[in-house]
């Protein structure tokens, strides 16, 4: 019985399928660890100048923060060349092993409590993951960089691009402002929303360099280089929000917000341009949408245990002088999360 599923696991992954599995699951290992590397680059910076979260650059002369930014190029680079394989449907939600990492790495080396919880959150996030990777579906064959041009031109993308690109200049330019300091969703919000095209925009062109290696020159068409410029702009942008976040919150619970809102953004990206769900039937949507669901029920674990903590330390403070104090001395690196419905609603 196991043998026959494990081979009908196998038929039904294609060889470009499991390529981009191996390769998004070496990206989640560096990008787990590069959140980790680069929040003590900017605690180191914010020390002797002025912090990200408050507007400051200080970080960029900090060399440990360049340790980990630079892992996190080699995990996008693994990534990219992910979504060039495999649909996205299959890659994003595999950013979860990161938060796992991310989690983990937070509570040993910077002293992130991890709730028993919370590790409940990881697991579920594994289980969810298996569950979408055994149920993706197949990599849409694409011969051309101009085929996923006429995609995203198709009206339906179209309007999915105007209404991310006008909610981001909403949050940046009215919400930030007021609200940056203190509401998480703020800027968590700025980097999914444009990590959503930048994802579509990362595909194209991984695409793109595919084709060209394999003999078929894409380099030739003006699609591949606005393809180019739409990547370029977005991730400069989620690097320059992701930071303010990264220095104003607690990781712990950066890593999973950001990959909630990120994945399903990005799911939704995808279905709408590249129809993933058009080439499966109900029954494996349903089971795709299931282990998502498992996913984001981890992810919310791990959200209420930073809450669960933070509201210990707060309400026993004398019974645990030690964790206030090092809470004090940290200068408000972990500043917890206001309880607002609006924001967990969204």
């Avoid at 989620?238 to 990005?266: E, G």
């Avoid at 341009?273 to 949408?289: A, C, G, H, L, Y």
């Amino acid at each position: 019985m196991a043998t026959s599923s494990s081979s009908s696991w196998r038929e039904g992954m294609s060889s470009d399928n499991v390529k981009g599995l191996v390769l998004a699951l070496s990206s989640s290992f560096f990008i787990g660890a590069s959140f980790i590397v680069k929040k003590k680059g900017l605690k180191k910076a914010g020390a002797s100048g002025i912090r990200a979260g408050s507007g400051g650059y200080s970080y960029l002369y900090e060399p440990l923060w360049w340790v980990g930014m630079i892992t996190m190029i080699v995990g996008e680079i693994a990534n990219f060349a992910a979504y060039a394989f495999a649909p996205a449907i299959l890659v994003t939600p595999l950013g979860a092993l990161s938060i796992i990492i991310s989690a983990a790495l937070a509570h040993i080396i910077l002293r992130e409590r991890l709730h028993i919880f919370g590790i409940l959150g990881c697991a579920l996030c594994v289980v969810g993951s298996t569950t979408i990777v055994l149920h993706a579906p197949q990599e849409r064959e694409i011969e051309s960089v101009t085929e996923v041009w006429d995609l995203a031109m198709e009206p339906a993308f179209i309007f999915y691009a105007a209404l991310v690109i006008t909610a981001t200049f909403i949050l940046i330019f009215h919400f930030i402002p007021l609200y940056g300091q203190t509401h998480i969703m703020v800027y968590v919000g700025v980097c999914s929303l444009v990590g959503s095209l930048s994802v579509m925009s990362v595909k194209a062109l991984g695409i793109a360099i595919k084709l060209t290696l394999s003999g078929m020159n894409q380099l030739i068409y003006p699609q591949t280089w606005v393809f180019t410029l739409v990547v370029t702009v977005c991730v400069l942008t989620q690097m320059n929000y992701l930071n303010k976040a990264l220095d104003t919150f607690n990781t712990a619970v950066v890593s999973p917000i950001y990959y909630v809102m990120f994945t399903t953004l990005t799911i939704v990206a995808s279905v709408i341009m590249f129809k993933d769900w058009d080439r499966q039937s109900p029954t494996q949507v349903i089971t795709e949408i299931c282990g998502f669901v498992t996913i984001l029920s981890g992810t919310f674990l791990l959200h209420r245990t930073k809450d669960m903590v933070d509201g210990l330390q707060t309400s026993l403070s004398i019974r645990l002088p030690k964790h206030s104090e090092e809470d004090a001395f940290d200068g408000g690196e972990g500043i917890p999360l206001r309880r607002q419905d609006s924001m967990r609603a969204t």
